[in-house]
């Protein structure tokens, strides 16, 4: 029989020996976040304008923590359902989704929003399958390998480093590629009459961008109702309830028909209950909203958190009359790696990839590349020293975070990737960071937050990672299979 | 991976060091394959799958009969419904 009881038995050796390891994570954990606290402090004290960089800091500790807590990953959303019939995370993020639209509603309600839609046309979906079959392989999204890179899972850190020197490469690939962009995408990029140095007619991003992405229609729910984002009615009714809550409902109700009903009607049979009822189907709708108390906690946080980072934002650039964190860096002093227009990369609300290919751009232009000549890193978001990016800190602090909360929970296990993951790991990250820069963003900043915000651009981003996580599941079961019918026949099964 | 047979109706299936969505796969492909009553002993090291493979045997009715996690390592014992 094997049982707890047997494993739980230890010798008094072994019990102090836990005792001590867990004393020495919590040890962790607190220098971790002595170190983020010494960093806003220390910046603070030298300029009152890294309190901006600090919101960012901060902010990202708490996603983090969340994520980590709620093991909160959008590639586990999509791909479990098909791997495993699994709809907690689906239900998870959607919980997230609605309380970020609700705190995003009034924000945006009362003229504080960050937010800018994104263009809506087909290329979101196309984005999104590439994503999509990405995070499968990678084993997570690009949120998600943050948060498990700070549970030390050195697999999920190449992940995150793939995705950046993918991103870095791609935005500034030009060569023979030019010669597969279509001659009304490269015409159409010219005549925008973007500065010389930028060179638009050269590169293929540069040319997917300002050829074509630019000229499809940016809207929201709120405006195709015919209200605008910041009144009432837009941002309530258009966005929020139109855009998010009905949607988000709707998707719960076919997960709820499809994945989880069968088997609540049958452990309620089994109990004897009534299932014939339509009170028997809400019971089972709301059995499967909070089958899992973790991830329904950190979504509620995290959607909270979301919206009150952009408020927060806003805030500080009212109070220092600045609309970018470019502006800032500049009266500071600092001139290298801000774009022609004197902005860098500053979306004011949660966003993962471009700060990580910022990091990989900064080395590339240190070791002699020249990638300031392209839209991406030249034109709109620059390559500052990760030291004083605001966005980077948020993401080193979302590692942070991660990283705390495993310590504390006694959660964090260094481990090695194997060859087969490593494999994956830059095969998966490589197709999110193609992906995200074809989507501009990632299942955080081109999904949930672009969703959340009323903007139907997110929808058919996430409808391409739904395709994508279904191609890439099915080609992982055909994988698995193989690997486990050698397993079967050697165990004689 | 390695999925071995410890005694009769007894299997270990040992995902550590695999990250998702390896370990729930192989979890419900082990189950699948498995007789009404076996049992097996999952080790795995990666948190999240745990809660996919916990709610995986809710669906299934498959019962998780124990569960040892220690410092990130996971051992549960799942008997086939």
């Known amino acids: 029989m094997v049982g707890t009881d047997a494993v739980l038995v230890g010798d008094a050796s072994s019990d102090t020996r836990t005792a001590n390891d867990v004393i020495r994570k919590r040890r962790w954990a607190y220098g971790i976040t002595a170190f983020f606290a010494l960093v806003s402090i220390g910046t603070y004290s030298y300029n009152e304008y890294y309190t901006y960089l600090s919101v960012y800091l901060w902010f990202g500790f708490i996603y983090g923590m969340c994520l980590q807590y709620g093991r909160f990953c959008f590639s586990s959303a999509f791909r479990d359902l098909f791997a495993v019939g699994v709809p907690r995370m689906v239900v998870g993020i959607m919980i997230a989704t609605v309380l970020f639209a609700s705190v995003g509603a009034f924000v945006t309600a ?8 994104a263009p809506v046309s087909f290329h979101a979906v196309v984005a999104g399958f590439i994503f999509g079959v990405g995070m499968v392989f990678a084993g997570g999204c690009a949120s998600g390998s943050l948060y498990k890179t700070g549970e030390g899972n050195s697999n999920a850190l190449l992940v995150v480093l793939s995705i950046s020197i993918t991103q870095a490469l791609f935005v500034d690939v030009g060569g023979w590629t030019n010669k597969l962009v279509p001659q009304s995408w490269h015409d159409s990029a010219v005549a925008k009459g973007l500065p010389a140095v930028i060179n638009a007619g050269d590169g293929w991003v540069d040319q997917y961008l300002a050829g074509y992405v630019w000229n499809q229609p940016v809207t929201t729910f709120a405006q195709m109702s015919g209200w605008s984002n910041e009144s009432f009615l837009g941002a309530f009714l258009g966005n929020l309830l ?3 809550t009905i949607p988000a409902a709707l998707l719960l109700i076919a997960v709820y028909i499809i994945w ?4 609540f009607m049958r452990r309620r049979a089994k109990e004897g209950l009534s299932t014939a009822t339509f009170s028997d189907e809400l019971a089972g709708y709301w059995a499967m909203i909070t089958a899992n108390k973790r991830t329904a906690i950190a979504g509620l946080i995290l959607g909270i958190a979301c919206g009150l980072h952009m408020f927060v934002i806003q805030g500080l650039r009212v109070k220092f009359g600045v609309r970018n964190a470019g502006t800032l860096l500049e009266r500071m002093g600092f001139d290298f790696g801000i774009s022609i227009n004197g902005t860098v990369f500053d979306p004011g609300y949660w966003y993962v990839t471009t700060q990580e290919a910022q990091w990989v751009g900064w080395v590339f232009q240190k070791l002699g590349t020249e990638n300031m000549d392209n839209i991406y890193f030249g034109f709109v978001n620059g390559i500052p020293n990760p030291a004083i990016n605001p966005a980077d800190w948020m993401s080193i602090a979302l590692i942070g975070g991660a990283a705390v909360m495993a310590l504390l ?13 490593a494999t994956w790991a830059m095969i998966g990250g490589a197709l999110m960071g193609i992906g995200s820069r074809l989507g501009l963003g990632c299942n955080v900043g081109a999904f949930f937050v672009r969703v959340s915000q009323g903007d139907p651009s997110g929808w058919l981003f996430g409808l391409g990672m739904f395709g994508g996580a279904y191609v890439g599941v099915r080609f992982f079961n055909w994988w698995t299979e193989r690997k486990m019918a050698k397993q079967f026949a050697a165990s004689d099964f | 991976m390695k999925f071995e047979k410890k005694a009769d109706g007894l299997f270990v299936l040992n995902v550590e060091g695999y990250v998702c969505p ?4 192989y979890t419900k492909k082990a189950l699948q394959k498995m007789n009404v009553g076996d049992v097996v002993e999952v080790l795995f090291d990666n948190p999240s799958s745990g809660e996919s493979i916990a709610t995986m045997c809710e669906n299934t009715g498959d019962e998780i009969i124990a569960k040892n996690d220690e410092a990130g390592r996971y051992r549960w014992d799942i008997r086939k419904a």
């Open chain 1, 110 to 117: 009362t003229g504080l929003s960050t937010f800018h839609s």
């Open chain 1, 242 to 244: 139109v855009g998010v």
């Open chain 1, 260 to 263: 989880s009903r069968k088997s």
């Open chain 1, 409 to 421: 929970n006694n959660e964090f296990r260094f481990k090695k990737p194997t060859l087969e993951l």
């Open chain 2, 22 to 25: 390896h370990p729930q796969i």
